[in-house]
């Protein structure tokens, strides 16, 4: 194995794992810290291609400045679904458990409803578009532009956010709601509208996803589920309820689909499965779980 | 005691809650009304991931087919003494073979639907089959073919195949060519399905026959999204073919990455994907009409085939995107309802028996042609004979689809001479 | 509460009447209506079968799929349209047979995973077992897909209203048993259950098996439905998270819920593909969100409510009588 097949490997995987990352940040939010298991998290990602392929498309607005006009809307939609459905199911729920058992169903008739209605608004056709679909020569390995800026923005906004909740109040109320949302309602956090901003930063994370996703990617309404399944997969392997563990999950993932891809590409999916339920009985709770 | 009986009795409502509507609409016997329609079942793809085919290929054929009938009146069945509009009921399956299987049932049985359409895939049309032939419904099947449903049709003689497939006679037909050419290598990337299993066995088949060394054959999960890896193993093979034997979601990220590494074998192959305007519509917005020429994919007709087929792709592009007409498709699914609309005419009935066997033994004279199908004999079904197809392979050539490759036959009309080998990719 | 007598009698007489009716349907019932009758069966199993390990375990599995696949592939295999090996039902038990023994090898290694893990693990398999397949009869057998002998509809609802009361009937059994209250004690209290001396992780792993000896059935006999299977059909992730769904629509905390939920969602789904074929996911999709606000402990919530306050209303009656 030569230097370049390490490099093509290794920055592959890296490629792969930032949409992963950042795919699992979202999803880690909503059901780290909201407990909310969103199987609705792709049609987030497909609601987010989509608005980027008719920016640009239709209006010939860059595709990397449309995350800029997803993100809020998105934002906008996630939150007021969490204050107008799950804030109420969260209150009227007798145990965490009924409550996560109640808003996986909601979501499942969420993701009908997104589903439903992208039909209706863009037909179910495939769609896509070319962007900054050039080769990068990196020491000799060659890669798409449009892959390595998505990494770049997938590692600027997993930062910001890191940030975010480190430094600002409504960071560390996130995550002391992360820790214990019943402590942190006490310690004076208004814990709904806490949960309800992360739902909605949740979203757009996937929203952001779907946009960096759709320079490379054909899309159409049915894409979601598969990567709700990645995401949730990340989740998992990082850590329960653990930020940083979705984001270094969603790599370690994409270096471990890029390796199994380079040595026995028709066995990819199953080495993939295989090895994470491996990692899964080793660490029952995930790589930087407690 | 009171507890039990109201137990119970909320049992028995539930049971009748359910039972009543279910047998409501069937126990009671209803007189038979006076026919003045012609009802079309079809359990189509309407939401999951196949929607995105159904909703592009065989149903705009649909829409426009119920437009033209409709504004004539009707279709003008003997048994009936008048002209019969034609109504459609049509139901969603969801992408889901175990609810199509029931639909079409729910079609047959209970709709008791005059004629029944084809549902979506190659997956689904071999689990549809089986069905129809049991309950004696005519299908002519449309977006789908494959080896084994030929096979299966020595038993299915109300079954009628349409679109061709590898073997029939797009494969034989590509291999000809490239060894016409000189090729003398080739690289096969295909999915992990029935489609990527039987284009790349009978590739291997075909290129061996005409002296073409299979460098290597690749299959990838439905999910694979990045092909940077195996287009580098692709290109440091240097292979002189190059085939992607996949669906849209494959071909196109395939493309891409090519474009992108600069991978310019001299023959490139990419189906089904390649042969849909948006193949050239992904590209056009960075690199120009010209973007994806020299690519090459299954294709019969185009509108410089026949002034037919030019007014059939004005017709559909009035009504669907231009993305998204076909070059593959579109010349089989148009024939269908003009075989339909010939039987019913000629026969003067609705009658499934007597339609199976005007489709069976008749000519008909449609868009392709001469047109008709070969059964498999006694009692077997019917496949659309090769002879029937005006081409099998297409060239993206100043931005259109030229149909550069079919077999030495009646109906085959080459549009342009093949480019071999293909222009390198254009550069942004 | 005990849910032993809560199970037997009540249901006895109501049971026994809805068998009656149930078998007799291809008597008076429409050809269609037993077709549709055989896929609520279906769910219905999938369901239940679900909730015998999942209700009082707590673990939330997502290899129905998986078990339900190993079904439909076994009857795909044993059962080709080119010449059937062995009878129905005993492709039917096999099938059943070959699933509870993968749930009895899973179960004895994964179960020490918990919550989400679990689902998650579960999931998985059914993804390893597809992928390995496709794999296998693309590089080893070359298949592409295969056909299965048709069987006539009254014959495959007999069957499945067979493996629908043994399904009945074992849950019945299950809860009459010692078994059935090692079971129940595990699901209240694990560490607890496990102090008085019972073998926690056999009851769990046993329990698992037998869920999964239905779906394998219910996959065998589906099959024979769909006439044509591959990989990508009979490992459809789909069959994880129905069972799932209905169960907690229904309301999980009375056996009758997951029935209920089943058959109510399944009718639904029917309803909505065929009146409102474009607008089927949105109209499901809105029915999911309102039920899930407003009946928070499903159809069996609401219809304890329902008798709660007819009780209350009957006894004001008897009241003003007096």
Redesign the interface.
């Known amino acids: 194995m030569d230097l370049v097949t390490i490099l093509d490997i290794a920055i592959g995987g890296l490629l792969m794992g930032g949409i992963y990352a950042l795919l699992a940040m979202g999803l880690s939010l909503q059901y780290g810290v909201a407990r909310v298991l969103n199987i609705a998290h792709g049609e987030f990602i497909m609601l987010g291609a989509f608005a980027t392929y008719t920016l640009y498309t239709a209006f010939g607005i860059n595709p990397l400045l449309t995350l800029a006009i997803v993100g809020p809307i998105i934002f906008i939609i996630g939150f007021l679904l969490h204050r107008t459905l799950f804030t109420r199911l969260r209150i009227s729920s007798p145990s965490p458990g009924a409550f996560e058992s109640r808003s996986l169903l909601a979501t499942f008739g969420i993701l009908f409803i997104i589903q439903n209605l992208a039909l209706i608004g863009w037909g179910a056709n495939l769609r896509a578009y070319s962007y900054l679909n050039f080769g990068v020569n990196l020491g000799g390995a060659i890669f798409t532009a449009n892959r390595l800026v998505s990494l770049g923005f997938a590692i600027g906004i997993g930062l910001a956010f890191y940030i975010f909740l480190v430094r600002t109040r409504m960071g560390k109320a996130i995550r002391a709601a992360a820790q214990d949302p019943a402590t942190a309602s006490l310690m004076g956090v208004n814990i709904n509208r806490v949960l309800a901003i992360c739902f909605g930063l949740g979203a757009v994370m996937a929203g952001f996803a779907g946009t960096l996703l759709s320079m490379r990617v054909p899309i159409n309404p049915a894409m979601g589920m598969n990567y709700t399944i990645i995401a949730i997969i990340v989740i998992v392997l990082g850590g329960l309820g653990s930020i940083p563990g979705s984001f270094i999950g969603g790599f370690i993932l994409g270096i471990i689909g890029t390796v199994v891809t380079y040595i026995e590409p028709s066995l990819s999916l199953a080495a993939y499965y295989f090895i994470f339920m491996l990692l899964l009985l080793v660490r029952p709770k995930g790589i930087l779980g407690k | 005691m009171t507890k039990k009986l109201l137990f119970g009795l909320i049992t028995i409502t539930l049971v009748a809650l359910v039972a009543v509507p279910l047998c409501s609409s069937s126990c009671v016997p209803a007189p038979a009304p006076a026919k003045d329609s012609i009802v079309i079942g079809a359990s189509r793809p309407l939401s999951g991931m196949n929607a995105m085919i159904g909703d592009a290929a065989f149903g705009p054929i649909m829409t426009m087919w119920e437009e033209e009938v409709n504004a004539a009146g009707g279709i003008y069945v003997a048994d009936y003494g008048k002209k019969l509009p034609i109504e459609y009921l049509i139901y969603d399956d969801a992408t889901d073979v175990g609810t199509m299987v029931r639909l079409t049932e729910k079609l047959i049985l209970e709709d008791k639907v005059d004629i029944l359409f084809s549902s979506c895939g190659t997956a689904f049309i071999s689990a549809q089959a089986p069905i129809a032939n049991k309950y004696g419904y005519v299908l002519l099947t449309a977006e789908g073919g494959a080896t084994i449903m030929r096979d299966a049709l020595y038993g299915l003689p109300y079954v009628f195949i349409s679109l061709p497939f590898s073997d029939h006679y797009q494969l034989p037909v590509f291999a000809d060519m490239l060894a016409a050419k000189g090729a003398k290598t080739a690289y096969i990337v295909s999915i992990a399905d029935l489609h990527g299993v039987e284009y790349s066995g009978v590739a291997a088949i075909e290129f061996a026959r005409v002296g073409i060394d299979l460098i290597a054959s690749v299959s990838v999960p439905e999910t694979q999204e990045d092909f940077s890896i195996i287009i580098k193993d692709a290109k440091a093979a240097n292979p002189d073919v190059f085939c992607v034997f996949g669906y849209p979601p494959q071909v196109l990220p395939c493309t891409a990455e090519s474009m992108a590494l600069g991978f310019n074998p001299k023959c490139f192959i990419a189906g089904p994907g390649a042969n849909f305007g948006f193949y050239q519509f992904t590209f056009i917005e960075a690199l120009g009409p010209n973007c994806v020429d020299g690519v090459l994919c299954f294709a019969a007709a185009n509108r410089a085939t026949s002034p037919e087929f030019a007014e059939l792709y004005d017709d559909l592009e009035a009504i669907v995107s231009p993305a998204m007409l076909d070059w593959w498709g579109h010349p089989y699914y148009a024939p269908l309802v003009q075989i339909w609309q010939e039987a019913i005419e000629e026969t003067g009935t609705l009658d499934q028996d007597i339609l199976r066997d005007y489709i069976a033994t008749h000519h008909f004279d449609t868009i392709l042609g001469d047109t008709y199908f070969e059964m498999s004999g006694e009692g077997g079904g019917g496949l659309l004979v090769k002879e029937t197809h005006p081409g099998e392979i297409g060239q993206w050539q100043n931005g259109v689809v030229e149909i550069v490759g079919g077999g030495p036959w009646s109906n085959t009309v080459i549009t342009a001479d093949f480019i071999y080998p293909k222009p390198p990719w254009p550069t942004p | 509460m005990d849910i032993t007598a809560l199970t037997s009698?009540?249901?006895l007489?109501?049971?026994l009447?809805?068998l009656t009716?149930l078998a007799t349907l291809p008597l008076?019932?429409?050809?269609?209506?037993v077709?549709?009758?055989t896929?609520?069966l279906m769910y219905i199993i999938l369901a239940v079968s679900w909730v015998i390990f999942s209700g009082p375990t707590?673990y939330m599995s997502l290899a129905s799929a998986a078990f339900f696949g190993v079904g439909i592939y076994t009857a795909a295999v044993l059962m080709p349209?080119t010449g059937q090996l062995l009878p129905l039902p005993v492709v039917v038990a096999i099938a059943g047979l070959i699933s509870g023994l993968l749930a009895v090898l899973v179960g004895a290694?994964?179960l020490?995973?918990?919550g989400?893990?679990f689902a998650?693990?579960t999931?998985?398999?059914v993804?390893?077992i597809k992928?390995?397949l496709?794999?296998w009869?693309?590089?080893v057998t070359?298949?592409?897909?295969r056909?299965v002998v048709?069987v006539d509809n009254d014959t495959v609802f007999y069957i499945m209203l067979g493996i629908f009361v043994a399904l009945m009937l074992t849950v019945y059994f299950i809860r009459r048993s010692k078994f059935g209250l090692a079971l129940q004690s595990i699901g209240e209290n694990e560490e607890a259950a496990a102090h008085t001396g019972i073998n926690v992780t056999m009851v769990k792993v046993i329990t698992f098996g037998i869920s999964a000896i239905f779906m394998g059935a219910a996959g065998a006999i589906?099959a024979t439905?769909?006439?044509?299977i591959?990989p990508?059909?009979a490992f459809?992730?789909?069959f994880s998270?129905m069972p799932?769904?209905m169960a907690?629509?229904g309301g999980m905390g009375q056996l009758?819920g997951p029935v209920?939920g089943a058959?109510?969602f399944a009718?639904l789904q029917?309803t909505l593909?065929?009146t409102f074929?474009?607008?089927?996911?949105?109209i499901?999709?809105?029915?999911?969100?309102v039920?899930?606000?407003y009946l928070?402990n499903g159809i069996v919530g609401l219809?304890q409510k329902l008798?709660q306050r007819?009780?209350k209303g009957?006894s004001a009656e008897q009241n003003a009588n007096t």
Do not use: C, K
């Open positions: 009698r009540r249901f007489v109501p049971g009447i809805t009716v008076y019932g429409s050809l269609y209506t077709i549709l009758i896929t609520i707590g349209n290694l994964t020490r995973l918990r989400i893990y998650i693990f999931f998985g398999l993804e390893i992928q390995v496709l794999y009869e693309f590089e070359h298949t592409r897909g056909f048709l589906m439905r769909w006439t044509y591959d990508y059909i459809n992730p789909l998270f799932v769904l907690i629509f009758y209920i058959a109510i009718y029917e593909q065929t074929p474009y607008y089927y996911m949105l499901f999709g809105i029915v999911l969100v039920a899930i606000l928070p219809i008798i007819w009780r009957g």
